[in-house]
């Protein structure tokens, strides 16, 4: 469950934005689930006039009473409003469920008051599902209690993340959310992105600059080969040098070519995940001296692959037999291996750079997976570099050899290069089962997630590729599908009750 706090000064608005249709007319069925009175008493009914509309001004009126009895004293931006969101793969709860997730969230949060302080006014709202496909409500809290005294919010953001952490184990929800627990933080992808995404049909230039970006990380043994391997991708690479010393580069920047006289929208390594600002991306060479700003620049963009049909489709079978026993070969790997960093990062790679061969446009099930495992793989904030792993250096050849063989150019070299999607498949799958081994619960949730794209590829054997339907030709799998471990949900007894106070 994903908290996002914002503020404002204007109850009406917002309650006209939620009774609204939405940036996107995603707002179905606007409702009431929970609030601090009878839902019943506090619902505003629809207009019978022309035009439809809800009457909200009654709403308001209630929501805005504690704010205007604390005058000049209140809280200027006193309108806290909070989205709870689950991911897609969580799928929908029904609306009891979500009135007492509301009213538990506002109960830890402080904002109904105990036996000192009176509470706030505060009502949970449910609508359709977001634009992403998520269920949600919005809760919006009026920061002044009901005898008119101001609520000075300390933290608030820090704790909603707590709050939900609680809440899933309480509810039985999964854990989505690896940077909840300490990992580098992924930004978020702002309206604007997803609104320019709907528009084009296109996959966000976040998202496939995240992709390409940590495909080139795939196998790379040196700084200058990363940035050849971002530069031939077709990615604008822009170096970032040091105010002290203009020839040292300390961070960096990517675009994606645009179209005609467009002009490109660049991203800071920092901005497309935390495990891809320079200093991290840095850690898998500690020893080798950084290439200065003229090595950035010169680095080459020509590697096109010349290979010929036949020996593209020998590197993918080659590449399919050597992922399959690297599955195998992890089953034998104790949890608790210093390997396991070193192999889950190389595994992230391994498939953003298989979802950077098959799906080119950035969209479909292998991309999405690619994402979702790159969160399971994330790593400690300032943690060192991981030590060294053979599974990994195994990962970073076969990713090095999908690299050279390109794209499949047909039907017939899909249903090949297929081969290679299946076993990566069921390398995800094993790594979501060791992140649950190991009791990571937010990496075993995120590792599950993105397992559970590509459970329908093993499961049907078919996958779109290239922009195209891949043909089902391959041969079966040897090995058995397995199946997919599903997020890491605490044992609670349904019969205890909890403490509302707690």
Known sequence: ?????????????????????????????????????????????????????????????????PQIAAGERGVRQYVWQCSLSLPAQEGQLDDATWSRIAGRFVAEMG?????????????????????KGNDHVHLVVTLATEDGAPVWLRQDKRRSQQVADLLEDEF????????????????????????????????????????????????????????????????????RTSAKDPDQVVGYAVALRPTGAGTPTWYAGRSLDGDLSLPQVRTRWPEAERPPVGQWKAASDS???????????????????ALEAISGRLAGVAPDSPQ??????????????????????GQGPMSRAADALARAAAPPRRAPAPPASSVARELGRVADALL???????????????????????????????????????????????????????????????????????????????????????????????????
Not at 303 to 321: C, H, I, K, P
């Open 1 to 65: 469950m994903i908290p996002k706090v914002t503020y404002g000064a204007r109850v009406r608005g917002l309650l006209e934005y939620l009774w609204g249709p939405g940036k996107a007319e995603e707002h179905v069925n606007p409702h009431l689930v929970a609030g601090y009175d009878d839902v019943a008493l506090l619902a505003p009914e629809r207009r019978d006039r022309e035009g439809g509309g809800w009457s909200l001004e009654e709403l308001a009126a209630r929501l805005d009473a």
């Open 111 to 131: 904002f109904t008051g105990d036996a000192e302080r009176a509470g706030c006014r505060w009502i949970a709202v449910r609508h359709g599902l977001s634009a």
């Open 172 to 239: 039985g929800l999964g854990k989505w959310t690896p940077g909840r627990s300490g990992a580098t933080k992924r930004p978020e992808l702002n309206r604007p992105e997803v609104d320019r995404a709907r528009r084009s049909g296109q996959a966000p230039d976040r998202e496939l600059l995240r992709r390409q970006v940590r495909a080139a990380l795939a196998g790379a043994r040196s700084e200058a080969e990363w940035v050849a391997r971002m530069k031939s991708a077709g990615l604008l690479v822009a170096p």
């Open 303 to 321: 590697t096109e692959s010349n290979l010929r049909g036949e020996d593209r489709m020998a590197v993918w079978r080659s590449s399919a037999a």
């Open 340 to 361: 396991w960093p070193a192999v889950a990062r190389a595994s992230a790679e391994l498939l953003a750079r298989v979802a950077a061969t098959t799906e080119p446009s």
């Open 404 to 502: 050279v063989a390109g794209h499949a150019r047909d039907g017939g070299e899909a249903a090949v290069l297929l081969a290679v999607v299946v076993q990566a498949a069921r390398l995800v799958v094993a790594l979501a089962e060791l992140r649950a081994a190991q009791q990571q619960a937010h990496a075993a949730g995120a590792a599950a997630a993105a397992a559970a794209h590509l459970m329908p590829l093993l499961q049907s054997g078919t996958q779109f590729v290239n922009q195209g339907q891949v043909p089902n030709q391959g041969r079966p799998p040897q090995r058995p599908i397995p199946t997919m471990p599903g997020p890491v949900r605490p044992r609670v007894d349904p019969t205890v009750e909890r403490d509302p106070q707690r």
